[in-house]
T-cell receptor
Framework: DTAVSQTPKYLVTQMGNDKSIKCEQN?????MYWYKQDSKKFLKIMFS???????INETVPNRFSPKSPDKAHLNLHINSLELGDSAVYFC?????????????FGPGTRLTVL | AQTVTQSQPEMSVQEAETVTLSCTYD???????LFWYKQPPSRQMILVIR??????QNATENRFSVNFQKAAKSFSLKISDSQLGDAAMYFC??????????????FGKGTHLIIQP
């Protein structure tokens, strides 16, 4: 059983399109995250959600909108895709209020914008 | 804001040898957590080892150990008896213990570890 899953694993699309990435975790965690890994492999937090509530919203363009229908799911919708959005997007989860716990990462979604 | 610095973009080691990856961080907090994650070519992020800042004892996980120097804000990873499967990107990461509980990880830029057979 996959602990944190993401769909799709690969996404190729044209500039200006709107796309979504889905994330699901079956670990019973309360907190979920989105990270972006750029072409130089640098990982940066984008959002965190706790029990469907937005906690962290780093300086990410408004074109990115996370949505958490329930605490096991955190989706990322991206409007008007730009070339600079090409990256690998990771979803992660962890128990709430237990900072010493690791964050469990999904397999990543490689987004390529042409 | 916290920052994490990994000064070695790439390291190479012979199989069965020992290698140390360096990491320094900057923070004004006294309570926090440090992690080393491994990212092999499959791109899956895998936790290697973690350290709680309030613990003076260095964490150890089999062939992996850390040298945590809180005053120097240094958190290096030592890999003993390097194996081919250790080849990967290694990321040092910091997480605050501000009590919010939903804090993201602050990552360094990573060190690409090459294992020479």
């Amino acid at each position: 059983d996959t602990a944190v899953s993401q769909t799709p694993k690969y996404l190729v699309t044209q500039m200006g399109n709107d796309k979504s990435i889905k994330c699901e975790q079956n670990l019973g965690h309360d907190t979920m995250y989105w990270y972006k890994q750029d072409s130089k492999k640098f990982l940066k937090i984008m959002f965190s959600y706790n029990n469907k509530e937005l906690i962290i919203n780093e300086t990410v363009p408004n074109r990115f909108s996370p949505k958490s229908p329930d605490k096991a799911h955190l989706n990322l919708h991206i409007n008007s895709l730009e070339l600079g959005d090409s990256a690998v997007y990771f979803c992660a989860s962890s128990p709430y209020r237990q900072s010493y716990n690791e964050q469990f990462f999904g397999p990543g979604t490689r987004l390529t914008v042409l | 804001a916290q920052t994490v610095t990994q000064s070695q973009p790439e390291m190479s080691v012979q199989e069965a040898e020992t290698v140390t990856l360096s990491c320094t961080y900057d923070t004004s907090e006294s309570d926090y957590y440090l992690f080393w994650y491994k990212q092999p070519p499959s791109r899956q992020m895998i936790l290697v080892i973690r350290q709680e800042a309030y613990k003076q004892q260095n964490a150890t996980e089999n062939r992996f150990s850390v040298n945590f120097q809180k005053a120097a804000k240094s958190f290096s990873l030592k890999i003993s008896d390097s194996q081919l499967g250790d080849a990967a990107m290694y990321f040092c990461a910091y997480r605050t213990d501000s009590g919010g509980g939903a804090d993201g990880l602050t990552f360094g830029k990573g060190t690409h570890l090459i294992i020479q057979p």
